[in-house]
């Protein structure tokens, strides 16, 4: 009964119960012999290649995660180097294959352009403002290059932003005293997040409208998104439409499941990656 | 007069029993989910489409755990032990598949019982697999757990065994795509005796009845 090789020449045992001893009741050793006849293997149990096999992978995914993270750091450089010069981007596709992930909270991806888009400045300020995306183009417009670092790990190196200064949109709007925090909505009806005042007024922290010097695309966020280049890229939110000024910070989306208020890459979310600005 | 057929003869050779089949189509299900949750984390045009992010992060990490739920199950049955048993030994005509497998390309039906060294195989790795998949994924699931170097490490394994695996399921799933006998064996439980005698020849089936109380099966056909 146990799946071994068949004793040559040792006719199959029916037991006496057995109620269908035709000539089908098993595959004795005579049918489809293979070219050379079968060993005898009846000593022992054959090998535990199953467990081996199982403990060996074990083992392996255990040195991985020993040493994965220096590994992928290596990986990461030369995958970047060979899918640059990959015409059909397969590589890309592959864990640390470079650029930019995916992420989205939401069920689709919202589409908005000329006609339809608009960012609203209002909370604590005088002026309450609503751009149009003409009107953030005819602002005086910064360019940075940095790299991105998200907090699940991935970087892509030199990156190119470009858009309006959001001091400059604050500084038109004038804020009233007592105000400490900005708060950030987004069309895509549900990513929040917030800065404090101080962190808004940095002059590496954009209201981006080109990526690579072409208009940000929707997928990553565009006609417009935030760009916060000293932290993690949560904190850069997509779809911007809206900015609040508040009194004090309110944790934005993802900082409800734990990631810091203040992403400071490279000083926060218990991760220790080089500063990015 | 013409003795009515037997149903068991229409019916072929038992393979599997109720038990298997139903842990093999859990698996089978979950897997999928999990797969499919995973890919659409992973693959940028499919996150895309699907977004919602955080619930396709709960469905696979769910549906990534509870995976070894309907295994665990099965152990329960002795038919499910008996066949996890065949899968993880080797006898020497299995090393010999193998070495057919690899120098000439070819599946030797010849050399195969219950099962051939490549289900065997894939069996094996599939368990590995798994486990160290359920670990690294345990490990992201919940940051708390561990150091963020072991964080790291996790992503690393857990992305490149998911590329492997995905590649290794694409094999199960062409094998079975091309025998529809063998997707019966999982569906129904029973295989056509001509199939057994060609695929499985090595394969001595288990009686149908139940042995009788007391003897413990698998045991009594050895001969010293």
């Known amino acids: 009964m146990d799946d071994r090789t068949p004793p040559v020449g040792t006719p199959e045992q029916h037991p006496a119960h057995d109620p269908d001893p035709g000539p089908d009741a098993g595959p004795g050793p005579e049918p489809a012999e293979p070219a050379q006849p079968a060993q005898p293997s009846d000593q022992g149990r054959g090998t535990p290649v199953g467990r081996r096999l199982v403990l060996g992978m074990l083992g392996l995914g255990a040195v991985g995660v020993g040493v994965g993270g220096a590994v992928q750091d290596r990986l990461d450089s030369v995958l970047a180097s060979v899918s640059a010069k990959d015409p059909t981007g397969v590589t890309g596709l592959l864990p640390g294959g470079g650029g930019f992930r995916f992420y989205s909270v939401s069920d689709s991806i919202p589409h908005r352009g000329e006609t339809d888009y608009r960012l609203t400045v209002d909370g604590l300020v005088d002026h309450r403002a609503d751009y149009r995306l003409a009107d953030l183009r005819a602002l005086p417009q910064t360019r940075l290059v940095r790299d991105v670092q998200c907090v699940t790990g991935w970087r892509v190196p030199k990156t190119a932003f470009s858009g309006v200064l959001l001091s400059t949109l604050l500084e038109t709007a004038g804020v009233r005293s007592g105000a400490a925090a900005v708060r950030f909505s987004c069309f895509d009806g549900v990513y929040t997040e917030s800065l404090t005042l101080d962190q808004a007024r940095r002059a590496d922290v954009l209201v981006a409208l080109t990526m690579n010097d072409k208009p940000v695309t929707a997928a990553h966020g565009g006609p417009v998104r935030l760009y916060v280049a000293p932290m993690y890229f949560y904190k850069s939110a997509k779809w911007l439409s809206g900015i609040t000024v508040t009194k004090d910070v309110r944790p934005g989306y993802w900082e409800h499941y734990g990631y810091d208020v203040d992403g400071w890459v490279g000083k926060s979310n218990g991760r220790h990656d080089d500063p990015t600005s | ?224």
């Open chain 2, 1 to 224: 007069m013409t003795p009515p057929p037997d149903p068991r003869a229409a019916r072929g050779l038992r393979r599997f029993t109720r038990t298997e089949t139903w842990v093999h189509r859990s698996v089978a299900w979950l897997m999928g989910v999990c797969v499919f949750t995973g890919a659409a984390l992973y693959v940028p045009q499919l996150a895309e489409i699907v977004g919602r992010r955080r619930l396709v992060v709960t469905v696979h990490e769910w549906s990534g755990i509870l995976v070894p739920v309907p295994v665990l199950l099965g152990l329960a049955s002795r038919a499910f032990r008996a066949d996890a048993g065949r899968l993880g030994r080797f006898f020497p005509h299995d090393w010999r598949w193998v070495g057919v497998a690899l120098r000439r390309r070819r599946r030797e039906p010849s050399l195969a019982g219950k099962f051939n060294a490549g289900q065997k195989l894939y069996a094996a790795f599939s368990v590995g697999a798994l486990l160290v998949m359920a670990g690294t994924g345990v490990l992201m699931w919940f940051p708390r757990l561990a150091p963020l170097v072991w964080r790291t490490g996790s992503t690393f394994v857990h992305d490149w065994l998911a590329l492997l695996f995905a590649a290794a399921i694409t094999g199960h799933v062409y094998f079975a795509a091309q025998d529809p006998d063998a997707r019966r064996g999982l569906r129904t439980g029973y295989v056509p005796r001509w199939w057994a005698r060609a695929e499985h020849p090595l394969w001595q089936p288990e009686e149908p009845h139940d042995p009788p109380a007391g003897q413990p099966t698998g045991r009594h056909s050895r001969t010293p």
